[in-house]
T-cell receptor
Framework: GAGVSQSPRYKVAKRGQDVALRCDPI?????LFWYQQALGQGPEFLTY????????KSGLPSDRFFAERPEGSVSTLKIQRTQQEDSAVYLC??????????????FGPGTRLTVL | AQSVAQPEDQVNVAEGNPLTVKCTYS??????LFWYVQYPNRGLQFLLK??????LVKGSYGFEAEFNKSQTSFHLKKPSALVSDSALYFC?????????????????FGKGTKLSVIP
């Protein structure tokens, strides 16, 4: 079946521009996660949704970052007034079960954001 | 704090030889551990996970991992390496998300180990 998809795959923005990154999770998956992967590093948690509810946003690096999932399916990560330090790969992951100790997160291909 | 460490930035192995990619963990309570692989310009692909039970976990593409509680390790292994196994490998531990209800977890990743299999 279809996996997690993300668009665009690559985004170049000038410093100060706003960007929007889209994630389409696996159909029926309840949980959705956003991670940020800086060059040469492992992914770092940004935010988490259960259906349409954003239950944790403690990993968002600043108030310029905003995420939503209004209908409990597609999610958008928005970055306002982009800065060079925002350059990274943004990964989206989804998992099926709402409350399980054994669930697995499945990742999309990521969006590589470059801020000039 | 829950964390994992990957002590090697890079591992080189000859094709056909066994490979090991190391991971150690630091958690309170029972650890839930994962291995993911990342090919260039692609996302993370799930390989295997340890939740409970048998210490030897078998996963995708012939990979397996051995959970060792006394050494707090979860090393990834494969008996015979392929050139196509060359990629970036990440170990991760499941960490509860505070105040988000039961069953809410995020993954905390190591820095990754680049595996190069030499023909």
């Amino acid at each position: 079946g279809a996996g997690v998809s993300q668009s665009p795959r690559y985004k170049v923005a000038k410093r100060g521009q706003d960007v929007a990154l889209r994630c389409d999770p696996i159909s029926g998956h309840v949980s959705l996660f956003w991670y940020q992967q800086a060059l040469g590093q492992g992914p770092e948690f940004l935010t988490y949704f259960q259906n349409e509810a954003q239950l944790d946003k403690s990993g968002l690096p600043s108030d310029r970052f905003f995420a939503e999932r209004p209908e409990g399916s597609v999610s958008t990560l928005k970055i306002q007034r982009t800065q060079q330090e925002d350059s990274a790969v943004y990964l989206c992951a989804s998992s099926l079960v709402l409350d399980s100790s054994t669930d697995t997160q499945y990742f999309g291909p990521g969006t590589r954001l470059t801020v000039l | 704090a829950q964390s994992v460490a990957q002590p090697e930035d890079q591992v080189n192995v000859a094709e056909g030889n066994p490979l090991t990619v190391k991971c150690t963990y630091s958690v309170s309570g029972n650890p839930y551990l994962f291995w993911y692989v990342q090919y260039p310009n692609r996302g993370l692909q799930f390989l295997l996970k340890y939740i409970t039970g048998d210490n030897l976990v078998k996963g995708s593409y012939g990979f397996e991992a051995e959970f060792n509680k006394s050494q707090t390790s979860f090393h990834l292994k494969k008996p015979s390496a392929l050139v196509s196994d060359s990629a970036l490998y990440f170990c991760a531990v499941r960490v509860p998300i505070p105040y988000s209800g039961a069953g809410s977890y995020q993954l905390t990743f190591g820095k990754g180990t680049k595996l190069s299999v030499i023909p």
